[in-house]
Structure formats: C-alpha cells, structure tokens
C-alpha cells in the first residue's frame, strides 16, 4: 500500500532518527509531500566518467575502478590521514585518495568491488591525488554516475542523506495530482505533475531535468496569478458602487498645468491620464506607479487628487517617515497655493499630540481638511475621514499589506501605491499582480548625470579635499554608514564612529549626524537645519534613502557600499543632482570591489540597475520591494521573463474561460498558499 502524501514524518518512515526528524520541522517539512517537495538547490552531472589522464584541479572528476587496499597515517601535528590506493577501471592506472581527520572512513571503504568516485584532484608533496572522495557501489549508485541533485543542508541533514531519503521514498508514495488543467499542460507543453518531481529529483536526461524545472515553476507562477487576480476582483467588487466614478475633465488639469513652474514630462503625462481613466469606471483603482528617482511620482499623485477634491472628497497621502511626510506636506502645499488657496493641506504624525492633534482630527472627520499627509498615525482608529475618495501610499513596499488595507477601510477609495524603488516589469507582474502598473520613464529636463565612482582606500585623502572644495563653493554633502555604531563583526563605518573621525578630519566645517535611534523631533530638526544649510555635511545612516531633498547637496560618499543592494545605492544616490549643480557618488567598499558595484558607476537608470540586480542576486531577495504575506517560490526563477508572462496570460485566460469552482485543486492549493502567507 502506498504511503498517502499527507502522512506525517517521522523516524518510522525515513528509518532515522528524532534529531534528524526534528531538524526536517525546523525547516517546515512536517509531511513526505513536503519532504518530496524539497527540491535540489543545484545539480551536478556525474552521467559520463573522467578519466585519470583527464583529472582537473577545478571541478570534480567522476571516476569508474576499485579500491585495493586502504591504511591509516599520523602525521605533524598529529593530523590523521586516511589513504587508499584506487584503481582506474578502464586504464588500469592507480591513483592515491586521501581523508583528513576521518578514520571511521577506513571501515566503510569497500574494497576490491565496483565503485564511482567524486572528487577533486590535487598536486602536493610530488604527486596527485583525490582529496576526501564520496564514493558509492556501482550495484547502488544513486549519486555517481547520474545527474545528481545537491540539496540545501541544515545541520546534520546533509545533502548526501537527504538524497537517499528522498530516494527511498519516493517509489512508495501516493502519486501527486495535477494542479494544472489537461488543456494548459498540454499549450505549454509541461509534465505531469508526479513526472516533473521525479525528475527534479533524480533526471533521466538534462532535456527532461529542464521541462520539469519548467512546469514546477509554470504552476506556481499561474497559481500566484490566479490568487492575484482573485483579489483584484474582490477588491473590485466590493469597492463597486461605492467609490467615487468621476469623468475626465480635461480643462481642469490643464489648468493646473499652467501654474507649474515646470512642464511635466511626456511619462507623467501619461501616468496622470491612466489613473484620471480608472476613476471613471465604477471600480475603485488599484494602480501601482513606479518611477525612477526624480522622475515626479509625487506630480501624479497630486494631478490626480485635484478632480477628488473639487467632487467633495478628501485624500490621504501615506509616507514610511516623519522625515518623508513633512517633506510631502510642504511639497504638496507649495504646488497647489497658487492653484488653489483653499485646498487645505495638514500633517499627521505621531509626534503631534494635545491639542494640535485633537484639532486635526476634528477637521478631517468635519471634512476641512482635503488632504492629509502623515505616516503609520494615519491608519490609528481616531482618524475618521468625512469622505475619503483617494489613498496615496509612498515608498508602499515599507507598509505592510494589513497596515495598507486599515487605512483603505476607511471608506472606499481609489488607490495609487507608489514606488522609487524601479522595478523590473516581470517581477512586477509577479509581486503587484493584483494592481495595474504604471511607470515613469523620464526625468525632468536639465537634469545632470551624477559622475559616479567605486573609490580605492588609497583615494580617500583626494576625495576628502574634494568635499572641502566643493563646501568652499556653498555645497553640501552626505556621508552614508550602514550601521549606528559599530560592529565587531562588520568591519563598515559606523555613523557614530564616522562622525567623530570626520569631526577631526574637516575641522573647518559643521557636521551634523541623523540616524534612526533618534527621536522624532531630533530627526526633524537636524534635517531643517541641513536644509537651512547649518551643516555643511551629514552623517548617516539609510534613514535618507528614500525621498529627502535638498537641492544643495551635490556629493555623497557611501562607506561600505557593497552591503547595500544596487536598487539602494541608486536610491541614496538620488539624494543629490536635485539641484542645478554637477553632482558627485563616491563608493567605499570595505573589500575588493565587485561587477555588482562597478554598474554603479556606468548605470545611471534604475531600471536597468535593477535588472542588473535582480540577475546577479537572484530573485529571493527582492530589495527588500516583495510584499509582505507573498508565498516563497520553490522552483520559479522570476528574472526568467518569459515563463511570467506564460503564465499571467494563462491565468487571466484561464478566469475568463472556465468556472473556478470546477477545478478542486486549484482551489485547495490556492486555500494552502493563503495560508502559508498569513505565517
């Protein structure tokens, strides 16, 4: 009788013992489906035999013979060395083996039979050989002589034995189920589902080891798709009705057009027009809008409250810090007082208490505030809206999904997510599947490209004078630390630290120093006084990544720069350049500079860092821009355009056509992964 899938692990089933049964809960695998789904990290392909005239020092070599005899050596410092003489099976060549430290070894090597080696070949004291070779029996080979799979270890759970596990098992369990529908596997020409972990596991070729990496990836691509469109229509539908539905009026853009100082860019133009779009269906918008720094989200969001405003409503405006918020609040004040004196704009942060806050709170719920600008006290149960028509969230990435959706039930309102952090259309499709997207590919005109440059220890005194000739012309500047103090692990710049050495070094200027232990008000207070140009530089830490201006600045110099991720260092890169001076990024890694941090200096669209990004880290650590309660990917690769796209299409094609009711295991596997991403 075959093991059912969801029957629980434990010693009995993997013949093992409660350590290593526990150490599997640990890492979550609690049933054998789970234990079946722990897929290999990687592969290596030991199908076709080296031979000892081959051998190279950078690889592994697989090697076909037997063993002939094996014996024990102390040498200096009383190493001990197990060493056996291998015989070529093919050639008849010997060559020695070698294990340090391991005299149990001795006992497991079987001698005169039949068996694959791994290992690698090294040259010392005259000669050749395998340094600490796995080896298995030609009659029971599961590792050697295949195309074998690596897992991730843990502990004692080594890569070797959870192999053979898996491979014990996976003959004596109940078949998987197709998830996916017969007409979709069939379109995209995928396996069945028992088929693809099979060979995921244990490839009978590399042809099929790369379609069974595809239809595992397929199926939880369209699974994440189909739970993102769910949600798309149920937001839809129960903001249907009730959300304000408000026709294009052209004129009245136009108009506040003509009070800008500037003339918007063709990409804002555009991304006004989509969201100005929505509002007219009888569904509220959810629209994320990505653009690059500078590029004038802030632009959009408030061309599309001006039609919210003048039908009675009132608009939140959400940011991740005071800092942030204020700058919003006067931003946003600054733009609409030539428009309209009447527009009332307000802050709210946590900082303001008594009876400033009473008396906000008592103007938004009687409608005399039209927009409120504040950060995470917006979501607070005390702030009551008399109509709120639209919610703007910045930098959205930095809320979490039940913060967003407190403050969107406080009524129904169009929604427009924003975000400085570019990113690549694929992984948007993948992380933001549930909104519409609209990007900012443009910056204004006359902006100057930042000259940027990985800098060597040996240039830290030129730059140094540097920064003294630029503040003698009126310039300021940042200093970027990644850590508040320091770290005896993390040999990086402390900003406490850094301070106080800078403090020595350009004792001709005024320093001022921000980090996030600081109190609310403290934090408020250096930033005006930056901005009222009292420091000449400013000592950091990433509390300045997102969104503060100050069009003075025109140099940063980032210590430890290869701890960030590229879509950061653009993002304290954009601190400067804002003005009409030539600005300048200087990035201090702490070790030998990698292709990661030299895009830097010849990238200056975030897009594309982004991109650069996302191929060189992977896609499981999205610079920090996944949404938090979206499921782990096993298999799907997302820089893999293609195959997100496949499978966007295949969904919304799939909910078009076919009755989901109809099809219990998608169902099932969509209730499991709404669970998991509520743990």
């Known amino acids: 009788m075959k093991i059912p899938l969801l029957t629980k692990l434990d010693r009995k089933i993997?013949?093992?013992?409660?350590?290593?049964?526990?150490l599997l809960h640990e890492i979550g695998i609690e049933t054998v489906e789970d234990f079946l789904q722990f897929y290999p990290r990687t592969h290596e392909d030991f199908s076709t035999p080296t031979h000892l005239s081959q051998l190279r020092a950078d690889q592994k070599n697989l090697l076909a013979g037997i063993f002939l005899k094996v014996w024990k050596e102390t040498v200096k410092h009383r190493m001990k060395l197990t060493k056996a003489t291998f015989i070529?099976?093919?050639?008849?060549?010997?060559?020695?083996?070698?294990?340090?430290?391991?005299?149990?070894?001795?006992?497991?090597?079987?001698?005169?039979?039949?068996?694959?080696?791994?290992?690698?070949?090294?040259?010392?004291?005259?000669?050749?050989s395998l340094q600490s070779p796995d080896f298995e029996?030609?009659?029971?080979?599961?590792?050697?002589?295949?195309?074998?799979?690596?897992?991730?270890?843990?502990?004692?759970?080594?890569?070797?034995?959870?192999r053979q596990k898996i491979y014990d098992l996976i003959d004596e369990v109940q078949s998987f189920e197709n998830i996916l529908p017969p007409s979709i596997r069939q379109e995209e020409g995928l396996m069945d589902r028992n088929q693809a972990i099979r060979e995921i596991h244990f490839p009978s070729t590399k042809e099929k080891l790369i379609l069974a990496k595809k239809t595992i990836a397929f199926e939880e691509l369209f699974l994440l798709q189909i739970s993102a469109l769910q949600r798309k229509k149920v937001w839809e539908k129960e903001g249907r009705g009730e959300s304000l539905q408000i026709?294009?009026?052209?004129?009245?853009?136009?108009?506040?057009?003509?009070?800008?100082?500037?003339?918007?860019?063709?990409?804002?133009?555009?991304?006004?027009?989509?969201?100005?779009?929505?509002?007219?269906?009888?569904?509220?918008?959810?629209?994320?809008?990505?653009?690059?720094?500078?590029?004038?989200?802030?632009?959009?969001?408030?061309?599309?409250?001006?039609?919210?405003?003048?039908?009675?409503?009132?608009?939140?405006?959400?940011?991740?810090?005071?800092?942030?918020?204020?700058?919003?609040?006067?931003?946003?004040?600054?733009?609409?007082?030539?428009?309209?004196?009447?527009?009332?704009?307000?802050?709210?942060?946590?900082?303001?208490?008594?009876?400033?806050?009473?008396e906000i709170l008592t103007n938004v719920r009687l409608?005399?505030?039209?927009?409120?600008?504040?950060?995470?006290?917006?979501?607070?149960?005390?702030?009551?809206?008399?109509?709120?028509?639209?919610?703007?969230?910045?930098?959205?990435?930095?809320?979490?999904?039940?913060?967003?959706?407190?403050?969107?039930k406080k009524g129904s309102p169009h929604v427009l997510q924003m975000t400085a952090t570019p990113i690549p259309r694929t992984l948007a499709i993948v992380a933001f599947g549930d909104q519409d997207l609209s990007v900012l590919t443009e910056l204004p005109p006359g902006r100057k490209t930042i000259i940027t440059k990985v800098a060597p220890p040996s240039g830290r005194v030129q730059i140094e004078r540097f920064i003294v000739s630029e503040t003698e012309k009126g310039r300021q500047g940042f200093i970027i630390c990644p850590l508040v103090e320091e770290s005896e692990k993390l040999e990086v710049k402390a900003a406490t630290e850094e301070f106080i050495r800078l403090e020595s070094v350009f004792p001709q200027l005024k320093l001022g120093l921000l980090h996030g232990r600081m109190k609310s008000k403290e934090k408020e207070q250096i930033m005006k006084d930056f901005q009222e140009k009292k420091f000449?530089?400013?000592?950091?830490?990433?509390?300045?990544?997102?969104?503060?201006?100050?069009?003075?600045?025109?140099?940063?110099?980032?210590?430890?720069?290869?701890?960030?991720?590229?879509?950061?260092l653009h993002q304290f890169r954009g601190r400067v350049?804002?003005?009409?001076?030539?600005?300048?990024?200087?990035?201090?890694?702490?070790?030998?500079?990698?292709?990661?941090?030299?895009?830097?200096?010849n990238e200056h669209?975030?897009?594309?860092?982004?991109?650069?990004?996302?191929?060189?880290?992977?896609?499981?650590?999205?610079?920090?821009?996944?949404?938090?309660?979206?499921?782990?990917?096993?298999?799907?690769?997302i820089s893999d355009g293609r195959i997100v796209v496949q499978a966007r299409n295949a969904a919304e094609n799939f909910l078009d056509t076919q009755n989901l009711a109809e099809f219990p295991k998608i169902r099932e596997s969509l209730k499991l992964m709404e669970q998991v991403s509520e743990t």
């Not at 993997?14 to 526990?22: A, F, G, I, P």
């Not at 029996?137 to 959870?162: D, Q």
């Not at 919210?308 to 609040?329: D, N, S, V, W, Y």
């Not at 996302?614 to 979206?630: C, D, N, V, W, Y």
């Open 367 to 408: 409608g005399k505030i039209h927009i409120l600008v504040g950060t995470h006290a917006l979501i607070e149960e005390s702030v009551i809206f008399q109509k709120l028509g639209f919610v703007v969230i910045d930098e959205q990435h930095r809320f979490g999904v039940k913060q967003r959706e407190l403050l969107i």
């Open 247 to 358: 026709p294009l009026e052209p004129e009245l853009i136009k108009s506040f057009f003509d009070i800008l100082p500037f003339t918007p860019t063709n990409s804002q133009k555009i991304s006004i027009f989509e969201v100005l779009k929505d509002f007219e269906k009888p569904v509220p918008m959810l629209r994320l809008l990505e653009g690059d720094v500078g590029s004038g989200k802030t632009l959009v969001a408030l061309a599309a409250a001006i039609p919210i405003i003048k039908r009675g409503a009132q608009i939140a405006f959400l940011a991740p810090t005071e800092i942030l918020a204020r700058q919003h609040a006067q931003g946003i004040q600054k733009l609409l007082k030539p428009f309209d004196k009447e527009i009332k704009v307000e802050l709210l942060t946590g900082g303001i208490k008594g009876k400033k806050r009473d």
């Open 88 to 128: 070529e099976k093919e050639s008849g060549s010997e060559i020695e083996c070698v294990w340090f430290n391991n005299p149990s070894i001795a006992d497991r090597i079987p001698i005169n039979k039949a068996v694959l080696i791994s290992a690698k070949a090294k040259l010392g004291f005259g000669k050749i």
């Open 605 to 637: 669209c975030g897009f594309r860092l982004a991109e650069i990004d996302l191929e060189m880290r992977g896609s499981g650590q999205i610079f920090g821009i996944r949404q938090s309660g979206m499921p782990d990917m096993k298999m799907a690769d």
């Open 536 to 568: 000449d530089l400013l000592v950091s830490t990433a509390v300045v990544e997102v969104g503060v201006d100050i069009p003075n600045a025109s140099m940063i110099i980032i210590e430890g720069a290869e701890r960030f991720g590229l879509a950061q």
């Open 14 to 22: 993997l013949h093992s013992t409660d350590e290593r049964v526990k």
């Open 577 to 601: 350049g804002r003005g009409k001076h030539q600005s300048y990024c200087f990035l201090f890694p702490t070790e030998k500079p990698t292709k990661r941090l030299q895009a830097m200096e």
């Open 137 to 162: 029996m030609i009659t029971n080979a599961i590792y050697l002589g295949r195309i074998s799979p690596v897992y991730r270890e843990h502990g004692k759970l080594k890569s070797s034995w959870i």
